[in-house]
């Protein structure tokens, strides 16, 4: 309850008033602003156990800075000279239009809409929306809340590289010879270096590099990180100019492998497993000329998480 103390002095101090001058008229009027503030109360009371708020958001996948627009049904208030307000993005608290029976749901009804900004990206979770139930005379609130959680991940804003060079094959050219290895059985007889055969040596075959193989890699580390924010905007910016530059591989912490995007189909998915970046994860070592290494960032981290949001971590651990 807020604003309880300061507007019970009102009535107090006239009924201290009344009493010194006697005034019967200045007595009645404060006993009946009492009744008022009693009936205030009440009607917030009996709404705060009848109330019942659902929550829908517009999306579960989002770019980070982007807003999430909430969409809620409120019911259980008939007849009760109460209103619901919701905290917007802005720190400002909104009104929300009560559901009447008979009116269509209308889900672009900005009257019952709010949004929220999460400017951090991951995994998090929507928990229950901060809520305020406030009498029609604007006199008493009543905080409570509202929404079943919700799960959303929030994608990493691609941060434009400055200076981006790239270089190797084309990924669709043909292969290209890159000497001899130890013959493997099943290697096509085409590729088995039979000059090396005649000397009585060790058979070996001839080793081919195709424009895959010569795509840039893109290393994340993020062993000495404790924020990954910056890292995953600077590691996405890289990727995404790759990739619609004629493709690279990303090494990722955790992957043996590098995962090869030839084209912007791959981009979503790898977008969102940068959303998933932890701290403290190493990338497998790797020996390889085209490599771009993206680890700890010097950029400063971004706002606070807005009232109700909590990182999936936190989520778990909670």
């Known amino acids: 309850m807020i604003r309880l103390g300061a507007v019970a002095l009102a009535p ?11 005034s ?3 007595f009645a009027f404060a006993l009946g602003a009492l009744l008022l503030y009693a009936g205030c109360l009440l009607a917030l009371a009996i709404a705060a156990r009848r109330l019942q708020v659902t ?4 999306r579960h996948e989002v770019l980070e800075g982007r807003p999430i627009a909430m969409t809620f049904t409120v019911r259980g208030l008939r007849g009760l000279p109460v209103q619901v307000q919701a905290l917007g993005a802005n720190g400002q608290w909104r009104n929300l239009e009560r559901t009447r029976p008979g009116r269509p749901r209308t889900p672009n009804d900005a009257s019952r809409q709010v949004s929220v900004v999460i400017d951090r990206p991951g ?38 590289p400055e200076h981006l060079r790239r270089g190797g094959a084309e990924v669709n050219g043909d292969p290209e010879p890159d000497g001899l290895r130890p013959y493997v059985p099943g290697t096509p007889m085409s590729r088995v270096h039979w000059p090396s055969a005649a000397r009585g040596g060790e058979l070996q075959e001839r080793h081919f590099v195709s424009g895959r193989d010569q795509l840039p890699l893109v290393v994340v580390d993020t062993s000495a990180a404790t924020v ?37 189909s791959g981009w979503p998915a790898m977008h969102r497993r940068l959303a998933a970046l932890e701290p403290g994860g190493r990338s497998a070592p790797v020996n390889d000329p085209l490599v771009l290494r993206v680890t700890e ?15 999936m971590a936190e989520w778990a651990a909670g």
């Not at 406030?134 to 990493?156: N, Q, W």
């Open 12 to 22: 107090l101090a006239l009924a201290f008033g009344a009493a010194v001058l006697g």
């Open 24 to 26: 019967l008229a200045l």
């Open 55 to 58: 929550r829908t958001i517009d």
């Open 123 to 160: 995994a998090h979770m929507l928990g229950p929306a901060p809520l305020r139930l406030l009498d029609d005379l604007g006199l008493f609130a009543r905080a409570t809340s509202g929404g079943a959680p919700e799960s959303v991940l929030v994608l990493p804003e691609p941060l434009p």
């Open 228 to 264: 990954v924010d910056a890292i995953a905007r600077e590691a996405a910016g890289i990727v995404l100019a790759l990739t619609r530059s004629g493709g690279c591989r990303v090494l990722l912490p955790g992957d043996r492998l590098p995962t090869t995007l030839d084209d912007i």
């Open 297 to 311: 960032s010097e950029a400063p981290a971004r706002g606070e998480l807005p009232p109700g949001v909590v990182t």
